[in-house]
């Protein structure tokens, strides 16, 4: 009489099964009750250090997030601080406008006329050298020579295969 492979696996699974089934309830009944109690025990014990981590935890994140808040506010003071003071003990509004740029913008009346005073002025990078010339943070410049460049080195390549 043959079995196939499949048959023979299941049938032994089922056993395994069985078995780990009959062996947690014996050597749950033959156990002692006291180790029982004793299992409890420690296992409540572990339950309560647990949660007492838990809020450790959450006490901790929530002081963090405390401290930051303040931190935040403090940074914020004395950025303000900052700011108040380079507009009133400078006459250089580029300074100021800067400060306050960096900030929220948040300083005031004074600090708004400040900004609107400011003349702007768009980068001189950007203006011709000369009439004619492009600048050097123009979109194109210096394609012109990159083209002369792959010119030459398709030359150069081109010859090379000869």
Known sequence: MTFSIEALLM????????GGLLGAIISRTLMPPSMQRDLEVRLQQAKSELDQYQQDVAQHFADTSKLVSNLTKSYKDVHDHLAKGAMTLTNNTEISRKIIEAGEKDLGIEAKEAIENV????????????PGQKGTLSEDFGLDELAETASIETVTASTKKR
Do not use: H
């Not at 049938?11 to 069985?18: H, M, Q, T």
């Not at 003349?119 to 000369?130: I, L, V």
């Open 119 to 130: 003349n702007f002025e768009p980068p001189r990078d950007w203006a011709p050298k000369t």
């Open 11 to 18: 049938v032994g699974a089922i056993f395994l099964c069985i």
